[in-house]
Every structure is written in C-alpha cells, then in structure tokens.
C-alpha cells in the first residue's frame, strides 16, 4: 500500500505470509480431572500499520481453557513473529489470532485481546472470543 504521506515506500507484507503451521498442540494430560484456564500474555507484540507502514506495537493476551489440547509455548512465540512485517489493523490481528489458535488447539473457550501502544495519543484495545458450539 503507498504511503501518502511520506515518499520512501515501506515493504508491507500482507497476513498471507502467517501460517497456523508453526502452532503446536499438545495434549492436555488432566482433561478427565478437570479443567484449567489459561492465561498467555506477550507484552512485545509487533506488526506494522497498513497505511503507513510505521510499527505497530502491544501487548497480545490469549485466555483460554483447554479442551484435549494446550498450545506449545515456544511454537506460539514464532507464530507470533510472523507478524512482524505484516500490514493489518488491530481488529484484524485479534481476530486472526484467535481463528488460528481454535483451528489448531480447539478449545472450550478462548478470547484473545490486544492493548496497542498509543499512536498520536488515541490508545486502542481490542478482544475477540469463541465458545465451542
């Protein structure tokens, strides 16, 4: 996307560069004992704004409670830094996040929020969440 507003272009890639793939399940060892609620936070979200090309940073909080499987930290970590150089606006993260954590891990529930750094003085926090049907 050009950038009006300054005339050096910025390379911005767009959300097809991020696979699920990195994700990893595994099992949740206690299901038939009981359930857990899960708490992720990453305070160094980073990806780039879509009109212009300038980073977007916050936090990403991911609560969920487990169906038969968990999400392998480390492999969240580079699902995560996949989007880096992506160009997408906050509600889109949230909610791209949360499809590709429930198409992965399939949870009771899950709701993923996003606290983004203020950008001229407006601060923005967004959550999305799924229930199993």
């Known amino acids: 996307m050009e950038n009006k507003h300054y005339d050096r272009p910025f390379t911005v890639d767009t959300a097809d560069v991020i696979t699920s793939d990195l994700l990893e399940p595994i099992e949740y060892a206690y299901k038939s004992k009981r359930s ?3 708490k992720i936070t990453q305070p160094e979200y980073t990806s780039v704004c879509p009109m212009t090309g300038l980073p977007d940073n916050g936090t990403i ?8 499987h968990l999400v392998e930290l480390k492999s969240l970590k580079y699902y995560l830094m996949q989007y ?3 160009g997408m606006f906050y509600e889109h993260v949230v909610n791209k996040i949360l499809d590709d954590m429930v198409s992965v891990i399939n949870p009771l529930y899950m709701k993923v ?13 967004g959550s999305a969440e799924y229930i199993k049907p």
């Open 61 to 68: 909080i991911i609560e969920y409670r487990p169906d038969a």
């Open 36 to 38: 857990i609620d899960i």
């Open 84 to 86: 880096r150089n992506v």
């Open 113 to 125: 929020t996003g606290e983004f750094t203020p950008r001229g003085g407006i601060s923005s926090v």
